[in-house]
Each structure stands twice: as structure tokens, then as C-alpha cells.
């Protein structure tokens, strides 16, 4: 990843430039026999056609729709928090993508690329929740499909303290091309990358590519449990910490009700987990985190502080449907903390 770029180091205006799928989310509860009845991956991003898309939406229950994405979900959080957002993802020119644009545009983030007047509709993410909490997601990427290296604004990018990049990115070949971009642009203008591993068949699928990238090009990662030990191929958490601490200056490693675990060089930090009234949906728990512990990241707080940030954005969103926060962050992580 060649930092071959004509952009030079700008006053960082930015805090964060997220680069993410645009998706739209409808989110249905549902149970393990549903799941079954129609082959989907329990707890896992299943990647599906158009055809499949319209099939599973005329047979699941009544669903809640608002915008969503990994990356998305992410970059609004940080905004609530106070910390200044861009985002670039491609939606089309259609219904679906003018509420996506509505809505991260009213979060306060920055949203500027240029939406598809043809090809395929908008993305959407058909999440079903069960009873456990957990969250199976089927989703269409739509127009996601279309988001080139021409759609990254080098300037936002050189302005960018940190750019976050979503793992699945490196599903859809010319997104792929954006993501490197967008991480060489950062680096050769004095700022960070920061990688989400997205999930663990996401890691399965890209393995040898991820752990190049999280060895050489990644400062700041972020994955769960799971993912973590897929990257690394083994079966225990305290094995994959121990190979993690070689390849990377920055890692904050989700557990779920385990809390969290954050390395910063030769610092370890252990969080453990914010307590929720009832843990309702998962859905965009680990986004997040990343919003909270970036937040806390860009504003220079005590590197201690960074993942309690990310476990109070995190526990606030798995106690209602729906991976955008209900209560305003800030006035949260106030209350949480003195």
C-alpha cells in the first residue's frame, strides 16, 4: 500500500472520515426455526442477491427500517459524542438512498458522495433478531457495489485525524480499491487508519489480506473475540492477544458481557462490560464501541478512559432495536462518569 498521493498534511478539521457499505436497515424479530426454515447463518452477515433480498422481505415479520451500515452507525455516534464526522459510502438516487443521506446528514456528519443515478437500488440489511438477542443479517449491497476510489475525497481524507474503515469493504472488489486509497492518503498526510474486522466470516473469507493489513498498514483495530481468533487461527482468546501484541499499537477486543480489552503498546487495558437495564438487540454493539472509543481517542483523552467510552455507546444501543443510539451520548457518558 504505496503512499503514492499528490495530497500534502492538513490543520486535522476532522476527527474521524468513515468509510462504509450505505446501508438501510429493516429489522424484524424472529426465531432459531425461522432462521432454519430459510438456511441463514445464525450471528453472522450473510451476503445476498436481489432475488433473495425481495424473497426473505415478503416473508419476514413486520420490520423497522432506518439507516444502518457498520461504518454508518459508527461515524453518527461519534458525532452525538461532540467529535466532528464525515462518511463516504455510495447509495443510489432513489428512495431508500435519500433516507439514508436524511438521516447521517442530521447527525451532524459530513456526507458528500455523489449517489448512482443508475445500476443497482440502494443497499439494505434484512436483520432478523431472536429471543437471545442475537442479530442473523442478510444483506444486499445494492449500489454498495459501486464505491470506487473516485469516490474518496482526498481532502477529507488528508483533514482526517482518523480514517475508519469497515472490513467488509474488502468484499466488493472496487471498494477494496477506495479502502487503500483512502489508507494511503491518511498516512502520507500525518493521520491514522483504523480497521473494523466486521465479523468472522468476513475474517474466514480474507484472512491472508487481513493479517497484512493489521501487521503493516492498521493502527488502531478494532474486533471481537471471534473475529480475533479467526485472524490468527486459534482457539483460544489469551493466544490470539499474545500474537496481537506483535502486530499492532492500538487494539480494543470486544467480549461481550466480558466487557472489553484495550492494548496501547505495552499497556493493557481491562473494561468490564457497561451495565444495560436489558439487553434487547446487539445489533451495532461493536459500531459502537469504535464510535465511543474513537471519540474518546481524537479528544486526547487518557488512553484508561478510552474503552469505558466505547462500553457505555455499546450498552446503550443493545437496550432497544435498531444500531443508532436512542439516548444522546453525550449527556450519557457525562452522567456514567462525573
Known amino acids: 500500500m504505496a503512499d503514492k498521493t499528490p495530497y500534502q498534511s492538513a490543520d486535522k478539521s476532522i476527527d474521524v472520515t468513515a468509510l462504509g457499505n450505505a446501508i438501510v436497515d429493516v429489522i424484524a ?29 415478503d416473508h419476514m415479520g413486520p420490520g423497522l427500517e432506518m439507516s444502518g451500515g457498520s461504518a454508518g452507525n459508527t461515524i453518527t455516534g461519534v458525532a452525538q459524542l461532540g467529535s466532528s464526522g464525515a462518511y463516504i459510502g455510495k447509495v443510489h438516487d432513489d428512495t431508500l438512498g435519500k433516507v439514508f443521506r436524511h438521516d447521517i446528514q442530521a447527525s451532524g456528519v459530513r456526507f ?35 464505491l470506487g476510489p473516485e469516490d474518496v475525497d482526498g481532502d477529507v481524507i488528508a483533514a482526517s485525524k482518523v480514517v475508519y474503515l469497515e472490513g467488509y469493504l474488502w468484499d466488493p472488489p472496487r471498494a477494496k480499491e477506495a479502502f487503500t486509497k483512502a489508507a494511503s492518503i491518511a498516512h502520507a498526510t500525518g493521520g491514522k487508519v483504523s480497521l473494523t474486522l466486521s465479523d468472522s466470516f468476513c475474517v474466514d473469507r480474507h484472512r491472508v489480506e487481513f493479517r497484512e493489513l493489521v501487521k503493516h498498514h492498521v493502527d488502531i483495530l478494532f474486533a471481537n473475540e471471534d473475529e480475533l481468533k479467526s485472524l490468527f487461527e486459534v ?72 474503552g469505558r467510552y466505547g462500553g457505555i455507546a455499546a450498552a446503550e444501543v443493545i437496550s432497544h432495536y435498531g444500531a443508532r443510539p436512542e439516548t444522546d451520548l453525550k449527556t450519557l457518558v457525562a452522567e456514567k462518569l462525573g
Open 235 to 306: 482457539s483460544s482468546f489469551d493466544e490470539a492477544m499474545q500474537q496481537l501484541r506483535w502486530e499492532c499499537d492500538v487494539a480494543a477486543v470486544t467480549r461481550g458481557d466480558r466487557g472489553s480489552v484495550v492494548m496501547v503498546k505495552d499497556e493493557v487495558h481491562f473494561h468490564d462490560a457497561e451495565a444495560a437495564e436489558k439487553v434487547i438487540d446487539t445489533t451495532g454493539a461493536g459500531d459502537l464501541y469504535a464510535a465511543g472509543f474513537l471519540h474518546a481517542y481524537c479528544q486526547d483523552l487518557d488512553p484508561a478512559l478510552w
Open 112 to 146: 458528500d458522495t455523489v449517489a448512482a443515478s443508475d445500476g443497482p437500488p440502494t443497499a439494505r440489511c434484512l436483520i432478523m433478531v431472536t429471543p437471545d438477542a442475537q442479530r442473523s443479517m442478510n444483506t444486499y449491497l445494492g449500489a454498495c457495489v459501486d
Open 29 to 57: 424479530r424472529s426465531d432459531d426455526g425461522f432462521l432454519g426454515e430459510h438456511g441463514i447463518e445464525k450471528g453472522a452477515m450473510n451476503l445476498i442477491d436481489a432475488e433473495r433480498a425481495e424473497f426473505l422481505y
